[in-house]
């Protein structure tokens, strides 16, 4: 079973920036398409940014040019760098494989906040 662990997220000021990380174990995370999801208060989850296997990336709408995501295999980690944050940003952030989910992390808290 595979199991995640989200980190790097912390109270930041409107316009800084945050860099998450993602740590799967088990061989097989280089075999999917990971994404980054957040989950406001009293919100849905929704998916943010992807990375599929060879590197392709996509975003929300909401926030792209402002994140990137990427991945490194050999070390089975997934991050988003998330540079002028605002506060819409404010959320709970985990990472998961896209289609079928694996079992869900604690995710890491990003507030955005003056």
């Known amino acids: 079973q595979v199991q995640l662990v989200e980190s790097g997220g912390g109270l930041v000021q409107p316009g800084g920036s945050l860099r998450l990380s993602c740590v799967a174990s088990?061989?097989?995370?280089?075999?999917?398409?990971m994404g980054w999801y957040r989950q406001a208060p009293g919100k849905q989850r929704e998916l943010v940014a992807h990375i599929t296997v060879g590197g392709g990336t996509g975003y929300a709408d909401s926030v792209k040019g402002r994140f990137t995501i990427s991945r490194d295999n050999a070390k089975n980690t997934v991050a988003l760098q998330m540079n002028s944050l605002k506060p819409e940003d404010t959320a709970v952030y985990y990472c998961?494989?896209?289609?079928?989910?694996w079992g869900w992390g604690q995710g890491t808290q990003v507030t955005v906040s003056s």
């Open positions: 998961n494989r896209l289609g079928t989910a």
């Open positions: 088990g061989s097989i995370f280089r075999n999917y398409v």
